[in-house]
Each structure stands twice: as C-alpha cells, then as structure tokens.
C-alpha cells in the first residue's frame, strides 16, 4: 500500500519561504507522476505542480509559477516543494499525491493516493 506523509508546513510571514516534503513508501514509484495540490477554507482542491518521477519533468500552476520549485530525491523517496515570495493566498492545506499511470495530470481526481495534508498559513 502507498503512503505518502507531507511535512514542512507552519505559519509564516507573507514574502517569506517553506520547503514541504512528502516521503512516499510502499511502491516502486519509477513510472508514477507525484503531485503537490492545496486547498484553501470553502474552496476546491486546486492543483499547484507535479514531477515526473523517473523523467523528472515538472509543471505547475500559473499562480505559483516562478515562486514554487518541485523536486525530487529518488534515493530518499522523497518529493519536495520549494515555497517563495509566499503570499496570504497561498494561505491552504497542501496534499502530496501519486498517480500510478505516470504522464502529466492536473485534475485531483486522476490521482490514487493523497498524504494527509500539512498546513501553510501566510501571514500579511
């Protein structure tokens, strides 16, 4: 079974940074996409960026393109999320996610497996 466990989040000043990281187990995870997602109070879950875990492509939303920076350290299992120039909209509970088919996904749904989430809040 694959778990996925996000850490890294916490209460910070807007302008400021934070690096969540999201250890995966129980799979190989060589064809797998991994993806970070956030959702804000009363809001949908939106899509922020993901990485190829073997190719190492990456993509992300236009609302943290050039602030946010997705990572990987295979040898760890470990995705990362590079947090920058943080805003108060940036303000949500961020969820690590896996998606076995590999390939570039951005809806919630085409994702199996979701961390338990990690808190981000920016402070203005």
């Known amino acids: 079974q694959v778990q996925l466990v996000e850490s890294g989040g916490g209460l910070v000043q807007a302008g400021g940074s934070l690096r969540l990281s999201c250890v995966a187990s129980g799979r190989t995870f060589r064809t797998y996409t991994m993806a970070w997602f956030r959702q804000a109070p009363e809001k949908e879950r939106e899509f922020v960026s993901f990485i190829n875990w073997s190719g190492g492509g990456t993509y992300y939303a236009d609302s943290v393109k050039g602030r946010f920076t997705i990572s990987r350290d295979i040898a760890k299992n470990t995705v990362f999320l590079q947090m920058n120039s943080l805003q108060p909209e940036d303000t949500a509970v961020y969820y690590c996610?896996?998606?076995?088919?590999?390939?570039?996904?951005?809806?919630?749904?085409?994702?199996?497996?979701w961390g338990q989430g990690t808190q981000v809040t920016v402070s203005s």
């Open positions: 996610a896996a998606r076995s088919l590999g390939g570039g996904a951005t809806w919630a749904a085409s994702y199996e497996y």
